[in-house]
């Protein structure tokens, strides 16, 4: 069973931007695919990214393109994800997540297998 644990959040202000890591233990890092997830109080999780297990296949969010970069490190037991042009919109709780089953596209967190703890992200005005 792998174990994820988030970092880099923080407060930033609008326009500005930040790279969350999350470091996997416990399983073979390669052999799953992974995700990133966010969440406000009283709002549904909403998918963010995907990334395959190679890295080479990668998943967004519509809502999200071009603003938002997920990459891996197999090396390193470590999936980012890259925010840009931050909104205050974008203030959540982001998880990341893992699966173990192969596949990328798939927005739906109940098909996701394991989850971290979350990391704070507050975007100001």
């Known amino acids: 069973q792998v174990q994820l644990v988030e970092s880099g959040g923080g407060l930033v202000q609008a326009g500005g931007s930040l790279r969350l890591a999350c470091a996997a233990s416990?399983?073979?890092?390669?052999?799953?695919?992974m995700g990133w997830f966010r969440q406000t109080p009283g709002k549904e999780r909403e998918f963010v990214a995907a990334?395959?297990?190679?890295?080479?296949?990668?998943y967004y969010a519509d809502s999200l393109k071009g603003r938002f970069t997920i990459s891996r490190d197999n090396a390193k037991n470590t999936v980012y994800l890259q925010m840009n042009s931050l909104k205050p919109d974008d203030t959540a709780v982001y998880y990341c997540?893992?699966?173990?089953?192969?596949?990328?596209?798939?927005?739906?967190?109940?098909?996701?297998?394991?989850w971290g703890q979350g990391t704070q992200v507050t975007v100001s005005s």
């Open positions: 997540a893992a699966r173990t089953r192969a596949g990328v596209t798939i927005p739906d967190g109940r098909m996701w297998d394991n």
């Open positions: 990334i395959g297990r190679r890295g080479i296949s990668t």
């Open positions: 416990g399983g073979t890092f390669s052999s799953y695919s």
